[in-house]
């Protein structure tokens, strides 16, 4: 398998644009996740989906961000408008409740800079 | 959302020493206690688990020790390498749960 597939892995706009993050988890997996990796906060859940189905979403900072999860196979996390604050590395990352324990696959990141 | 808290954010170890990094976590319910490593330009990875029915669990040169009445935990890195150098992050979760919730990660440094 391919693993988490992210795009774009870097993106660097200007504060006040939209921001769109797009994952693809591996196949069969049903659990997704989006993470927001800093210098000050570690690694922070901002959302997590089951089946398609937003679990829950208490970590998303504000209104500004969202999270789509529209089939199995592609998910997004939308900033709108964004802010030089949001600048971080944002991963997607995917699991399933097989025996062995809650293994999450994270993607490699998409490193974002907002100026 | 700190549901688990990590030390140090930082340590340098010479090569062949012992790497410690400690966590804590607050939720009893928590049932699986995980440890990713994540190198440079890279999604973390899974290093090593534990279940709090075992007090220590053994792969290779990692360790990982178990303290469920002091809801503690913590990794062990035997004959530290320079390979080994990167970021570390203890996490926890309740099995069939996938609510994971990562530790601020520790920045490992092995120096040859």
């Known amino acids: 398998d391919a693993g988490v597939i992210q795009s774009p892995r870097h993106e660097v706009t200007e504060m006040g644009q939209e921001v769109t993050l797009r994952c693809k988890p591996i196949?069969?997996?049903?659990?997704l996740f989006w993470y927001r990796q800093t210098m000050m906060r570690g690694l922070e859940l901002l959302i997590y989906?089951?089946?398609?189905?937003?679990?829950?979403d208490s970590g998303m900072p504000e209104d500004r961000f969202s999270a789509k999860m529209p089939n199995a196979s592609f998910s997004t996390l939308k900033i709108q408008p964004s802010e030089p604050r949001d600048s971080a590395v944002y991963f997607c990352?995917?699991?399933?409740?097989?025996?062995?324990?809650?293994?999450?696959?994270f993607g490699e990141g998409s490193w974002l800079t907002v100026v | 959302q700190q549901q688990v808290k990590q030390s140090p954010q930082s340590l340098i170890v010479q090569k062949g020493g012992i790497s410690i990094i400690n966590c804590a976590y607050e939720?009893?319910?928590?049932?699986?206690f995980p440890w990713y490593q994540q190198f440079p330009g890279k999604g973390p990875a899974l290093l090593i688990a534990?279940?709090?029915?075992?007090s220590e669990k053994k792969e290779g040169r990692f360790t990982i020790s178990f303290n469920k009445s002091a809801k503690q935990f913590s990794l062990h890195i035997m004959d530290s390498q320079p390979g080994d150098s990167a970021t570390y992050f203890c996490?926890?979760?309740?099995?069939?749960?996938?609510?994971?919730?990562f530790g601020a990660g520790t920045r490992l440094t092995v120096k040859p």
């Open positions: 990352a995917s699991s399933w409740p097989g025996a062995t324990g809650n293994t999450i696959y």
């Open positions: 196949s069969g997996h049903d659990y």
């Open positions: 989906f089951n089946n398609n189905v937003p679990i829950d």
């Open positions: 939720n009893t319910a928590f049932d699986y």
């Open positions: 534990i279940r709090p029915d075992v």
């Open positions: 996490a926890a979760s309740k099995d069939n749960n996938n609510d994971m919730r």
